[in-house]
């Protein structure tokens, strides 16, 4: 296959996928929490309301894009560029199996977290430029948020990365074929799985949004496809981190039970564990109520940062005994 | 650089073009459906209906700007640990026990500079 | 930033908020996140129920009454009538002052209950926890409609008695209803208290006596806070002399002391109810009222224990047919003083919840 076509099949895959995936998550989202508070979600449009999404984005096109007169008009329309264009980046370097993938990219942790950090930029920018009480300290909100889960985020990521030996995220996946990183690294796992939660601005962490304080914060005064793609970015985002999570310590496609090594194929363990961390994010969301933001800052500075320094002494001892 | 690198860029690069064609093409197509009837009312920002008293654009007291000064420390710092951690494996086994007298090194200085400021007490909302 | 200039923003909370228990507008004043200042601004449910109660003859005015805290509207009915009787010397028959307790206890657990899940709303959690008092209210609403004929506005409380009998098997109906309303408090408990909770209401708008008593602060919040009083216990209204119940008190007067209060009470109130299914006696439900009423010349003022706080009825009679004056005294509104200086110095994230914390129901402060 010339380099050209597979580029081109390779986007002709991920694009229709992500749009899937997120369609899906948010049907998914929807239906698990009604079950979850005793109610019973989407159900008109569609075998279990599955349609329900294609209807929701029928309606959104269709919204009067309002944009605010005192906004910064050019922010204001950036900003949701840089929510939605990183979560559809980071797709590009997401391996489904051994060979199945965008882009085996050598440093594609690096890659994904790259982009990543913009996210909170868009959302600032948004709260910025809203010209909107609520917006602004949704922004700040974010920004704040972003300080406290970054370096635990990479802290967490770094003992995966230092038994593969490897960036590249194939390359840990396949590190992972005898034990799963999450029985050699489970702290790591925990400390990684709580400030992904901060990074995704889902609950108990969803403050830049904080819907009983802010209203909506700093997508208060978005309206229609511009709204949309707010929503688009951050669901693109919960299913990007949830298949890292699995890629990182879930042992990505390989079989929890070695018996059924090679009947089932390794890609629907893939989609099986990224969507089962998918329903544990949106269960999180159903139970708990939301921390304060300083709270979130105080914790992850003075809990989280912490342990993972130790986390991360304690992993490389352990390694130089192994391999001395 | 390798050549397969330059592969990356363009993998990287044509996945962003795609991300802002999409929008761009979504935006479209919703101006041509949705009506636009802007009027003075619908343009003022929202504020759960009541008149507004002053605007958001101020010197805003941000209560966390030791830890954002912090977190340009801790962010680079954290990279720099990413190659040490990569070489890692191969380290210990050509240096030996000190290759992890170093990393102790780099994650003992860096836990020291979050002591310090904890110790100081500046490390809380103010 | 110490030495740096920095503005303080006026941030409109409210009417159209997603948070304010219906209508209330705070102006608050932020320095960064910390709130400087916040007034509550009242007045946007305001339907005159005292004055349109001024135009009508005495039993004409109870549907109003009822308006007025919508969560528990038993209770508002209650203490009119028990003003009504008072000023006019009416006796109640004993049949019906039991089945007012039972009325009475089964809207307090609600109005508790409710309560407990929009606080956890007002925290920042997904629906579930209201939605699961949501649900248990809507079975309480069932058995309110059973026996009313209304579902939330029952207008069941007449002078000297209730409009209607106990239809055959509500008691057992009731009994079954607190069997699993004490099942569901498990539930609700278990789902509601975990580490985040705690650190949310641990030490936020923390109050002590003394502060309670200076603002007026009654019902849970000042029980909250250590000082044991409880109308029903200390100055026994209707029949609630002859049930055993402890006062709940609770130390530390923040959040988390004023749920524990409220959560404990909905369970001494399941054993007021059982009591009191247990010894209703059979008999008349109502005596005999002259009609039209004309109550003589004078005044009194009479006060019960809502779930929100002391709730009273001072009413005025000039011996016509109508009420000279109707004031309530109502709960909501006299706790609602407290908030503008409890949340100084607080998060905006506290600002809500301390507001939710004060069970307003806007009814209730707006009249």
């Given amino acids: ?324 | 650089m390798q050549s397969w690198h330059y592969a990356d860029l363009v993998y990287m690069y044509t996945y962003i073009a795609v991300g802002i064609a999409f929008i761009a093409v979504a935006l479209g197509l919703s101006r041509l459906v949705a009506p636009h009837h802007p009027s003075k009312v619908k343009n003022e920002p929202y504020e759960c209906g009541e008149v507004i008293t002053g605007q958001p654009w101020i010197q805003f007291n941000v209560r966390y700007y030791v830890f954002a000064l912090l977190f340009l420390i801790f962010e680079v710092e954290t990279v720099f640990l990413y190659p040490l951690a990569v070489a890692y494996k191969t380290l210990v086994k050509t240096m030996g026990i000190s290759a992890f007298i170093e990393m102790g090194i780099f994650v003992v200085v860096l836990g020291l500079g979050l002591v310090y400021p904890w110790r100081k007490g500046i490390l809380k909302w103010v | 930033m110490p030495g740096a200039k920095t503005d303080t923003i006026k941030l409109n909370i409210g009417p159209q908020h997603p948070s304010t228990h219906g209508v209330l507008y705070i102006k608050a004043e932020l320095d960064g996140e910390i709130v400087k200042n916040a007034e509550p601004q009242l007045g946007y449910l305001h339907r005159a129920i005292e004055k349109l109660s001024e135009n009508r003859y005495y039993h004409q005015a109870l549907p109003a009454v009822d308006r007025c805290d919508y969560l528990c509207p038993n209770l508002n009915e209650l203490v009119y009538c028990m003003a009504v009787e008072k000023l006019a010397g009416i006796k109640v028959a004993e049949r019906a002052e039991y089945i007012r307790v039972i009325m009475a206890e089964l809207h307090r657990i609600t109005g508790h209950m409710v309560w407990a899940g929009s606080l956890v709303n007002d925290l920042g959690a997904m629906f579930t926890p209201l939605l699961y008092s949501v649900r248990d209210r809507e079975k309480l609403l069932d058995l309110v409609e059973k026996i009313s004929g209304s579902r939330m506005f029952p207008n069941y409380n007449r002078f000297g008695g209730v409009k209607l009998d106990i239809p055959e098997g509500w008691l057992q109906d009731v009994l079954n209803y607190i069997d699993i309303q004490e099942k569901n408090l498990v539930d609700f408990r278990n789902l509601v208290e975990s580490e985040i909770f705690d650190v949310r209401t641990k030490g936020v708008a923390k109050l002590t006596t003394k502060q309670a008593i200076n603002f007026g602060l009654t019902g849970p919040l000042l029980r909250a806070t250590g000082f044991d009083w409880d109308l029903r216990r200390d100055e026994p209204y209707s029949i609630y002399d002859r049930f055993d119940f402890n006062v709940i008190t609770e130390k530390d007067g923040d959040l988390r002391a004023i749920y524990n209060v409220r959560i404990a009470e909905v369970t001494e109130s399941f054993k007021i109810i059982r009591q009191a299914v247990k010894d209703i006696p059979a008999g008349p439900i109502c005596n005999k009222v002259p009609s039209p009423l004309r109550p003589d010349k004078g005044d009194c003022y009479v006060r019960i224990e809502s779930s929100k706080g002391e709730l009273g009825v001072y009413l005025v009679s000039d011996g016509s047919d109508k009420p000279y004056r109707l004031k309530l005294r109502t709960p909501s509104f006299c706790n609602l003083r407290a908030v503008q200086e409890l949340v100084k110095d607080y998060k905006l994230a506290d600002l809500i919840a301390i507001v939710g914390s004060i069970d307003i129901v806007l009814g209730d402060v707006d009249r």
């Fill in chain 1, 1 to 324: 296959m010339s380099p050209l076509v597979r580029l081109l099949v390779s986007l002709a895959i991920s694009f229709p996928l992500l749009l899937l995936n997120v369609v899906f998550i948010i049907w998914f989202e929807r239906k698990t929490l009604a079950d979850i508070y005793g109610g019973i979600g989407p159900k008109h449009h569609g075998p279990f309301g599955l349609f329900q999404l294609a209807f929701d984005g029928m309606k959104l096109i269709a919204k009067e894009d309002v944009i605010p007169a005192k906004a910064d008009k050019m922010l204001f329309i950036i900003a949701p560029f840089l929510v939605f264009v990183p979560a559809f980046m980071t797709f590009a370097a997401i391996p489904v199996y051994n060979n199945i993938y965008a882009r085996n990219f050598d440093i594609g942790i690096f890659y994904i977290f790259g982009a990543t950090t913009l996210i909170p930029v868009g959302i600032i920018l948004a709260g910025w430029a809203s010209f909107n009480k609520y917006s602004l300290l949704g922004g700040l909100r974010s920004a704040a948020q972003q300080i406290s889960y970054e370096v635990p985020l990479l802290m967490a990521t770094l003992g995966a990365v230092m038994l593969s030996g490897s960036l590249s995220l194939v390359e840990i996946v396949k590190a992972q074929s005898k034990v799963w990183f999450i029985v050699l690294q489970p702290f790591a796992f925990i400390f990684f799985f709580i400030v992904m939660l901060a990074e995704l601005n889902r609950a108990p962490f969803d403050m830049p949004q904080a819907e009983s304080e802010l209203v909506a914060g700093y997508n208060v005064e978005y309206t229609g496809m511009r709204f949309a793609f707010f929503m688009f970015g951050e669901y693109a985002m919960l299913l990007v981190m949830s298949a890292l999570v699995t890629i990182l310590f879930l042992g990505g496609w390989n079989s929890p039970i070695p018996a059924l090594n090679g009947l089932v194929p390794g890609i629907t363990w893939f989609v099986l564990k990224t969507y089962l961390i998918v329903f544990i994010i949106i269960w999180i969301r159903g139970t708990f109520p939301r921390l304060r933001v300083d709270q979130l800052m105080h914790f992850s500075w003075k809990v989280l940062l912490p342990l993972n320094l130790a986390n991360l002494l304690i992993t490389s001892a352990i390694l130089t005994v192994v391999y001395l």
